[in-house]
């Protein structure tokens, strides 16, 4: 059973650019979630997607937006750069909205 | 104020004591509760799933949830160098987000 896996793993963009970051989930699992991680924080909630429609969605602003396909892969996109955007941006799948989420390793994202 | 909160440590130990993780939340109606495990720079790692009150073991792990306290724990029995790493605690709330705490970094010595 393949895990959860993200690309790029490292990307280094300026600010006012525009980024785009790949999930693919686990096996059998339908629901996506995405989460920014910040240096010595925990994890934030930006939004998970249910079977390809957005289910929820966490204190992020519209220039945060995503997408899920019908293999329940997932992108995360991010117009205008800003600074704080560094972080770690973590995709987690799961079966169903309501279960353990599986996390990817992650991809790390520096803003100049 | 955060819906948990988790002391970020460090929590330093010798190689074979037990590691004592706590946190509190604030929601009475969260029902499942979590704890991973991060190395550093990788993803988050899931080492127990807990559902309402009680105690969960899986080998050299037990988690506890004390919903009349708030309060969810995470013991590491004989703990070795390889435990070394920040220990997150998590509340999976009724729209099926996960609510991190802030994280414990833990370090084994030999």
């Known amino acids: 059973e393949t895990g959860v896996t993200q690309s790029p793993t490292h990307l280094i963009k300026t600010r006012g650019q525009q980024v785009t970051l790949r999930c693919s989930s686990q096996?059998?699992?339908?629901?996506v979630s995405w989460y920014q991680q910040a240096l010595g924080q925990g994890p934030q909630f930006i939004f998970q997607y249910y079977r390809e429609e957005e289910n929820g969605r966490g204190n992020f602003p519209p220039r945060f937006s995503g997408l899920q396909f019908p293999n329940y892969s997932s992108e995360l996109n991010v117009n205008a750069l800003e600074l704080d955007d560094s972080a770690l941006y973590l995709c987690a799948s799961s079966r169903a909205s309501y279960n353990e989420q599986f996390f990817g390793p992650g991809t790390r994202l520096t803003v100049l | 104020q955060k819906e948990v909160e988790q002391d970020p440590g460090p929590l330093s130990v010798p190689e074979g004591a037990i590691v004592s993780l706590n946190c509190t939340y604030s929601n009475s109606a969260f029902q499942y509760f979590m704890w991973y495990r991060q190395y550093s720079r990788k993803g988050p790692e899931l080492l127990m799933y807990t559902y309402s009150s009680g105690n969960k073991e899986d080998g050299r792990f037990t988690a506890q949830v004390d919903k009349s306290s708030k309060y969810i724990s995470l013991f590491i029995r004989d703990s070795q160098p390889s435990d070394s790493a920040t220990y997150l605690c998590a509340i999976l709330d009724s729209w099926g987000k996960l609510q991190f705490g802030a994280g414990t970094q833990v370090v084994v010595t030999p």
């Open positions: 096996s059998g699992h339908n629901t």
